[in-house]
């Protein structure tokens, strides 16, 4: 099983919340922080099926700074609160 550790930021625009993968650089907003966090990783994990079926899934992951290596997937430039992605990949 493959992991990936990501930061998740937080800020509220008017009556939204949104949630920040700076490591992805993916976006998702909710009505709650709980809501943005799982739109997030909804978010997340469409877009790494449709890059798998693609075949870009490894390259992305490099280019965004991603260290792959046997089972795990490190962050190169890793800060703030730690998430894991389970079977990401």
Aim: one cysteine or more; hydrophobic letters at 35%; a negative charge.
């Amino acid at each position: 099983m493959k992991s990936l550790k990501i930061t998740i930021e937080f800020w509220r625009e008017g009556n939204l919340y949104i949630a920040n993968s700076p490591e992805l650089d993916i976006l998702s907003q909710g009505k709650s922080q709980e809501e943005a966090k799982k739109n997030l990783f909804e978010v997340i994990g469409v877009q790494f099926e449709e890059m798998k079926k693609l075949g870009t899934l490894d390259d992305y992951l490099k280019d965004m700074g991603f260290n792959l290596h046997e089972d795990v997937i490190s962050s190169l430039n890793f800060y703030g609160d730690e998430n894991v992605i389970k079977n990401c990949c």
